[in-house]
């Protein structure tokens, strides 16, 4: 962080969805990241695991996606396009997803602090539940046994700023079916290992999870909230409800 600008210790506010359809989390970061731009409320956190999808970043190369068209038709696996940088990445069951809408001047921090940020709460949540985890030098993520021959990925991030706000995030498997990274080159890059908490647990063959991702979910927040000098404040109310007020308040012409 700069120490020019101290970070604040303004609220960051979590909420723990569960599962939810990809469009639909996009939809709500999109509104949230415009309402923070303006002011009209405070940092977010969203905590959730997707139904399987495939997305893309900005620039990401099409061909990453390795599995025909029809084999992810067959199996309801849609592939997105977004704003988020970064290449093809593999989101499902198991997996903790986290979409943190954040005002980075308001905390002081620039975006290459902001990335480590959030490796470094992956790394907390990986040793949280007894996995070694960390950063690997030119390769954004979370990695276990990033300084050897045999690296993996745990945890992938890619984020996307717009009028000094943060949204997109990061996405780490826990009890994620490994197998299903078989459609894609993972990141963009052939041959890439990716792992899960469960797998390095030596917890193969089981069932993804939703209560395994929310456990780490719990573990994340505060991780981050503390790398970011924030004041974590759960709350289990629907965001969209505060948003279609202030939509209204402003249409009105209220201060």
């Known amino acids: 962080m700069d120490a020019r600008h101290p970070a604040s210790a303004a609220p960051l506010v979590a909420r723990w969805f569960g599962r939810v359809a990809y469009r639909d989390a996009w939809d709500l970061q999109k509104a949230l990241a415009v309402a923070r731009a303006a002011d ?94 960390g950063r690997r030098d030119g390769h954004p993520g979370c990695w276990v046994g990033a300084e050897g021959p045999l690296a993996r990925k745990v945890g992938a991030l890619g984020v996307r700023v717009e009028r000094g706000v943060t949204y997109h995030g990061i996405a780490l498997n826990v009890t994620t079916n490994l197998v299903d990274f078989d459609l894609i080159d993972p990141c963009g890059t052939p041959g890439l290992r990716s792992t899960s908490i469960a797998a390095e647990l030596g917890c193969r063959g089981g069932s993804p999870s939703t209560e395994s991702v929310e456990i780490v979910a719990k573990v994340f927040a505060p991780a981050l909230a503390e790398r970011l000098g924030a004041t974590l404040a759960w709350a289990d109310d629907d965001p969209r409800v505060a948003l279609a007020v202030t939509a209204g308040e402003a249409a009105r012409g209220a201060p």
């Open 40 to 133: 009209a409320v405070p940092d977010q956190l969203l905590l959730l695991e997707h139904p399987p999808v495939l997305t893309l970043g900005r620039q990401a190369d099409d061909a990453h996606v390795l599995a025909p068209a029809a084999v992810l038709a067959a199996r309801g696996i849609e592939v997105i396009r977004v704003e988020r940088g970064g290449e093809v990445t593999y989101h499902g069951p198991g997996q903790l997803v986290a979409y943190p809408i954040v005002r980075l001047s308001d905390r002081g921090v620039y975006l290459r602090e902001y990335v480590r940020a959030l490796e470094t709460a992956m790394a907390d949540a990986c040793a949280a539940e007894g996995v070694s985890a």
